[in-house]
């Protein structure tokens, strides 16, 4: 279901900040009407009846745009606390915002872009900054690439005299190519992926400034092409791919384990090349895709290989992102606009995705049966019996409930405790709460 729409196209990256996962960063390709680019944050406030997204921050730049990234690094510390916007230009250049700074009203906008703590004078490498992600579990840590993958830690500060900027490894595994794709793996901080338009994939170690392994689909037509990547967050050894081949429209998933070939290939439900992809963190059983068909696809990959969610557009999808904080809302960046999705309304088959189960809980049986479950233990149900029995213990505890519910219940409490007969009610509210011991049942 479509929510919400800008009447701008460009980059986008969504916050990772869980204070402000509404907000929403889009950074031109084209100029505006002062021939410079625009930086543009906007809220996503789905009660708002209205369908354009509001600006609520924004700079201007006079380099063009060519990859954004939301950072939190600095939130917890209150330095930065909308955290950091990393921009890579068109020329290569480096470019850094303080978020916070993008809200403020009524200013005068000079040389120096608003809420810029740190611009690239000399690129490092004079060419575009084609992909850019912070390490969500090192949030100091970004990698960019551009015709090789160079690593920045924003840690050291940005004076003169510290060194920014880290190279993973001594040999660049992409030369002769252009890098399309970085991404950190979500499990383990020191490891992060890399690919090249000519289908190679690479993994480095930061730890031993080397890449560890590299891998290809030799099936592939050769040429140059866009690759996306991601990794899963549940198996730090799994991460997906997709190249913008016409003969061969599919999305993997590559265990690092085996080293042989995908341990999953989805072949269906495109008829032209993958464009991009991204891995969903709040259900990594979806996964999004979008191809030169103007097609998305929300894919179930563990369960058969189902559809989730299909759109069909109009124009070209230039990228499609899931939002790092909300489940079920994804972005889809076309060349006039960007739109604001939900997957909510346009299942097309009875999935019910993580971000709906409750992760613990327990129920009382007819026959003093106490079940419960937890979320650590996947589908296993624990069974108590309870052997101390009180006439009406579930009416009780529907009572209980129902109160809890209505936020009722300061009376209800402390007449119960001065009554000597609901005592081990109250001990089993107690054990329900976790206070006790399982022997304690019995």
Known sequence: MLLKSFRKSGVVSW?????????????????????????????????????????????????????????????????????????????????????????????QETDVPLGLVYQEEDPVIDYPIMCAEWNSLKPNLLGYGCSEVIIIDVGKGFGEDNELYIKPGHKNPHVNSYVTAVTWNKEVPHIMASASENGLIALWDIKTTSSIFQFRDNSQSTGSRNVSISWSKSISTQIAVTLDDENKCELQIWDLRNQKGPIVVIDKGHTKGLNCMDWCDSDPELILTSGRDNKII????????????????????????????????????????????SMNENSLYSYVPKWYKVPVGTSIGPSNQLISYNERDGNVLTEYQLTHKTEGLGERLHSLNTLLKDQNYQGHIEQRLSQKEDLEFWRLAELMAGTFTESDIY
Not at 33 to 41: E, F, M, P, W
Not at 79 to 102: R, S
Not at 330 to 340: C, D, W
């Open 298 to 341: 929300c894919w179930n990959y563990v369960r058969d290989q189902q559809i989730v969610t299909e759109v069909q557009l109009k124009e070209p999808v230039v990228d499609v992102k899931w939002s790092k904080k909300l489940p079920s809302i994804f972005s889809v960046t076309t060349p006039s606009k960007v739109q604001i999705y």
């Open 15 to 107: 916050s990772n900040s869980k204070n402000n996962s509404h907000l929403i960063a889009c950074a031109g390709i084209q100029p505006n009407s002062a021939g410079r680019y625009d930086l543009d944050v906007v809220s996503l406030d789905i009660v708002e009846k209205s369908k354009e997204l509001p600006i609520v921050g924004s700079t201007s730049c006079e380099k063009p745009f060519r990859s954004l990234a939301w950072d939190c690094f600095g939130e917890k510390e209150n330095i930065y606390p909308y955290g950091l916007i990393f921009g890579g230009m068109e020329d290569g250049a480096v470019t850094i915002w303080n978020a916070k700074d993008l809200f403020q009203k009524n200013r």
